[in-house]
């Protein structure tokens, strides 16, 4: 499957985005999509995912509470949304697939940079 991120942008603190990740080359079915990402100097974190079939999300301390994560079963495609951004939001986001839970990412989106001013 190829992916391909898109959505991110400039944002002033407390505004929101919403990330996409379109999936190509075959259905998402029984896969798993996360989203990573990256800041400057700073290793790669995982932030959240979301069970193809199943539609369960899981959310990382940084997002939870403030992110939506959805999928849009008819375009292939999934979405991060975040809210009430802040700069230390600002990084590279890139998004994944895993086969089932096993939890090896094997495809991986080009990464959209999301930049949080102040």
């Known amino acids: 499957v190829q992916l391909q991120a898109s959505g991110g942008g400039l944002v002033q603190a407390g505004e929101s985005l919403r990330l996409s990740c379109a999936a190509s080359?075959?259905?998402?079915?029984?896969?798993?999509v996360g989203w990573f990402r990256q800041a400057t100097g700073r290793e790669r974190e995982f932030v959240g995912r979301?069970?193809?079939?199943?539609?369960?999300?899981y959310y990382t301390a940084s997002i939870k509470g403030r992110s939506t994560l959805s999928r849009d079963i008819a375009r292939n495609t999934v979405y991060l949304q975040i809210n009430n951004l802040k700069p230390e939001d600002t990084a590279v986001y890139y998004c994944?697939?895993?086969?089932?839970?096993?939890?090896?990412?094997?495809?991986w989106g080009q990464g959209t940079l999301v930049t949080v001013s102040s």
């Open positions: 080359g075959r259905t998402l079915n029984a896969y798993t």
């Open positions: 979301v069970g193809w079939n199943s539609g369960t999300t």
């Open positions: 994944a697939a895993a086969l089932g839970a096993t939890g090896k990412w094997d495809s």
